[in-house]
């Protein structure tokens, strides 16, 4: 079954560095997703990106906070210069044209120390 | 906008017992609603969904939730609890049947299954 690959599994970076979290989504999906998910907390939408550009984003999307497409496989979020705060499990997801559900990946936990 | 509460936290239940988990939803609009499951150091796995048409959904794993607009309710249930059904739960609303909407999470129940 097709799976949406997400790397590292776990990272630890120390406040003010930047991070890129690294998702492969499914191959002949379309739409694609970040939701991260604060530990003992709701799993929150960030951001969705459709045709190499953001169609919607959540307050927490901050300028902190990007996407790239940088080829035809990987989906990237970038953060800027982190804070204690960003430590979460952030996951990817894709989906195709019908709203079947999404894929998630496994997430990213990152630790900022 | 649209919301999600999972009443408790945690369940605990027997092998072999029933399963029920509660999922309540606001919105405005009719909802999409859906229940994943998240299994220790794993994704998110959709477990079933409820777009439109029958109510009474039937998901993986024995797993079934019925739709009760009246109540704005979309309780998961399984008849008999296993103990690979250990892990945490997710209900889900979505307004939107479009490719890029977005999903709006409650806080999760963790289902405890013990022999």
């Known amino acids: 079954e097709p799976e949406v690959t997400q790397t590292p599994s776990h990272q630890v970076t120390q406040m003010g560095q930047e991070v890129i979290l690294r998702c492969v989504p499914i191959?002949?999906?379309?739409?694609f997703y970040w939701y991260r998910q604060i530990l003992g907390q709701k799993v929150e939408f960030l951001v969705s990106?459709?045709?190499?550009?953001?169609?919607?984003k959540s307050e927490i999307f901050d300028d902190q906070f990007s996407v790239e497409r940088p080829d035809g496989s990987n989906f990237t979020l970038k953060i800027r210069s982190t804070k204690l705060e960003d430590s979460a499990m952030y996951f990817c997801?894709?989906?195709?044209?019908?709203?079947?559900?999404?894929?998630f990946g496994s997430g990213t936990r990152l630790t900022v120390v | 906008a649209q919301s999600v509460t999972q009443l408790g936290s945690h369940v605990s239940v027997s092998e072999g017992a029933l399963v029920l988990l509660r999922c309540n939803y606001s919105?405005?609009?009719?909802?999409?609603l859906f229940w994943y499951v998240q299994y220790p150091n794993q994704g998110l796995q959709l477990l079933l969904k409820?777009?439109?048409?029958?109510?009474l959904v039937k998901g993986i794993n024995g797993f079934e939730a019925e739709f009760k607009k009246s109540e704005t309710s979309f309780h998961l249930t399984k008849p008999s609890a296993h103990m690979s059904d250990a892990a945490e739960y997710f209900c889900?609303?979505?307004?939107?049947?479009?490719?890029?909407?977005?999903?709006?999470f409650g806080k999760g129940t963790m289902l405890l299954v013990s022999p």
């Open positions: 919105s405005s609009v009719p909802p999409y």
């Open positions: 889900a609303v979505s307004l939107s049947n479009s490719g890029y909407s977005t999903l709006t």
């Open positions: 997801a894709s989906s195709d044209t019908g709203f079947y559900g999404y894929t």
């Open positions: 191959s002949n999906h379309l739409y």
């Open positions: 990106f459709y045709n190499n550009e953001i169609s919607e």
């Open positions: 409820y777009t439109t048409g029958a109510t």
